[in-house]
């Protein structure tokens, strides 16, 4: 996936929806290639960003080390996982022999990194649209995303019944040009009394 890295930058600046520190490992086959990392992470939109941390403790915020995208992904509670007493899992669908266990120092604030991670993909904002799409529906017996006679007229659409709320009847009224005004015929004798304006 190509990404413009100066856009990517100026959004991992931007006011995330959750950050903290926390480490990860990236597990293959089940077995984690290297051990945990100490990073600073940053959950803005349906991105999940990390930052790299000094011998200090002091955080690099100038330019994230990597970032994940979480469309397709799968974010679940670890238990038992060596190495560490609280931590989630992240995989992707397209990729299920790997996963990336994140490690946070408390139950509470594991739970609400998954809360935050999941409910930040576009996947799930789709669901929850839907799902509030079709209360409306049962409320009010009218769709919310489909367009009305009121709204309609704002955009040159017209409808041939009111009463009748079937989307079908929705046509577009294209602006059309004035036909030109009839041709007459003239006898080739009388020419010359032509107005040729008319012509």
């Known amino acids: 996936m190509r990404f413009n890295n100066k856009e990517m930058i100026h959004v991992s600046h931007s006011n995330p929806v959750l950050e903290g520190r926390m480490s990860y490992a990236k597990m293959s086959n089940g077995y984690t290639s290297k051990g945990f990392k ?13 930052f790299k941390i000094n011998g200090f403790g002091q955080v690099d915020l100038h330019q994230p080390a990597g970032v994940f995208v979480l469309e397709n992904s ?15 899992s992240l995989s992707f669908k397209d990729e299920p022999d790997k996963k990336y266990i ?11 990194w998954i809360k935050c991670i999941q409910s ?7 669901t929850r649209m839907t799902s509030i799409q079709k209360k409306i ?38 602006p059309t040009d004035p036909l030109p005004p009839p041709r007459h015929k003239h006898d080739a004798g009388k020419t010359a009394d032509l107005n040729l ?3």
């Open 38 to 50: 100490e990073r600073w992470f940053r959950l803005k939109y349906n991105l999940l960003f990390y």
């Open 74 to 88: 799968i974010v679940r509670l670890e238990n038992n996982m060596p190495g560490t007493l609280f931590s989630f």
């Open 102 to 112: 994140i490690s946070s120092q408390s139950e509470d604030h594991v739970h609400q």
């Open 120 to 126: 930040s993909t576009y996947e799930y904002m789709r």
């Open 137 to 174: 529906v049962q409320l009010t017996g009218r769709d919310p995303l489909l367009m009305y006679p009121e709204e309609v007229k704002k955009i040159g659409r017209t409808k041939r019944s009111v009463a009748d709320e079937d989307d079908s009847d929705l046509f577009f009224n294209p």
């Open 197 to 199: 304006i008319e012509l």
